[in-house]
Every structure is written in structure tokens, then in C-alpha cells.
């Protein structure tokens, strides 16, 4: 295989992995894991390389997640990429979120002594985030919830509530306007 063309080889690890080979997942990692990171990295200069890193394997994981509409045609740096750039979009967006919370209702109930050793700060940031969430209205509500807070994609976010992906964006820059109107 090292005698081959790098997209064939591309190719045959795909194969591999869909196969459940995932030694080919390490492989593919070998060969694209500092581009992903780097990509990472220049997107969203304010990340930290510890965030990159933590994206960027991720990356490789959505990548497992979305074989089955990979279509190979020598793209598979460009496919990661574009994994990589919707992931850093949605790191950017828990950020602002957090920071607005944190501008809002003060840094607890941005999430910052979510993992206090106090109880006591732990439980305050909670109040604080549940009222937050309970001023929106409920269809935003359930998006903020399920994107920003749990971490779901907009898809996977669309599919549990039966919406389209735009419909997740709209609720989803309406709740962040209401948001930047309320600090």
C-alpha cells in the first residue's frame, strides 16, 4: 500500500474502516491529524491547543460517523476539513454562549464553577443556567438545550425535535439575539 497513490490508499483504508477495521481509523489519523489540528488552530486562533486536540479526534470520530455518505474521490483531507470547520463553528458557539451567560447572569451561570469543589457553587450556577433557560420560550429552549448544552450537531438536534437543520438555526439566533438584548 505505501508504493500506492495517496488516494487510492485513502480508498482501501476506507474500505478498511467500514469493514470495522479501526486500526484504519489510526492510520488515517497518522496521516491527517496534525492538518485537522493545525486547520483547527487557524479557524479559531482564540482555541486552546488542549480544545484542538480534544476537536480534532472528534473529528476522526464524525468521520466513523459519516462513512456511509463518504464518496471517495481523492478528498478526504477536504472532507475532514469541512468536519473540522463545522466543529470549530460549534465550539465557537458554546463559547459565545458561555461568555454571554457569563455577561448576563455573571460567571457561574456561564458554566465556570460548574466544576467548583464546592457544592455550593455548583448548585448557584445551576439556579442561575435553569433560569436563564426558563425565560426563553420553549422552541428555543429545546435547541439551546440539545445543541449548546448537550453538544448535539444542528442534524442530530433537527432530528430529535422533528425540524428542519434551518429551523435549528433560526431558533437558534433568535435565542442568542435574546440573549445579547437581555445583558
Known amino acids: 500500500m505505501m508504493n500506492a497513490s495517496p488516494q487510492l490508499q485513502d480508498a482501501k483504508l476506507v474500505d478498511c474502516l467500514c ?24 479557524v479559531e ?14 473529528v ?29 463553528r460549534s465550539w465557537r458557539r458554546r463559547r459565545w454562549t458561555r461568555f454571554v451567560l457569563g455577561r448576563q ?16 457553587e455548583r448548585v448557584i450556577a445551576r439556579q442561575r443556567v435553569d433560569a436563564v433557560l426558563r425565560a426563553m420560550p420553549a422552541s428555543q429552549r ?3 438545550v440539545l445543541n449548546v448544552v448537550e453538544g448535539l450537531s444542528a442534524r442530530e438536534t433537527a432530528a430529535v425535535l422533528g425540524i428542519s437543520e434551518n429551523a435549528v438555526a433560526t431558533r437558534l439566533h433568535r435565542a442568542r439575539q435574546a440573549l445579547e438584548v437581555g445583558s
Not at 45 to 58: F, I, V
Not at 105 to 120: F, M
Open 19 to 42: 469493514n470495522g477495521d479501526l486500526d484504519a481509523l489510526g492510520l488515517l489519523y497518522q496521516r491527517y491529524g496534525k492538518d485537522v489540528r493545525s486547520l483547527l488552530l487557524r
Open 45 to 58: 486562533p482564540s482555541m486552546r491547543r488542549e480544545d484542538a486536540d480534544d476537536l480534532c479526534q472528534e
Open 60 to 88: 476522526f470520530l464524525t468521520l466513523v460517523d459519516t462513512l456511509n455518505r463518504y464518496e471517495e474521490q481523492g478528498k478526504m483531507r477536504s472532507w475532514l476539513f469541512r468536519i473540522a470547520v463545522r466543529k470549530a
Open 105 to 120: 447572569h455573571g460567571e457561574a451561570a456561564a458554566g465556570v464553577s460548574l466544576q467548583a469543589d464546592r457544592v455550593e
Open 142 to 144: 429545546e435547541v439551546v
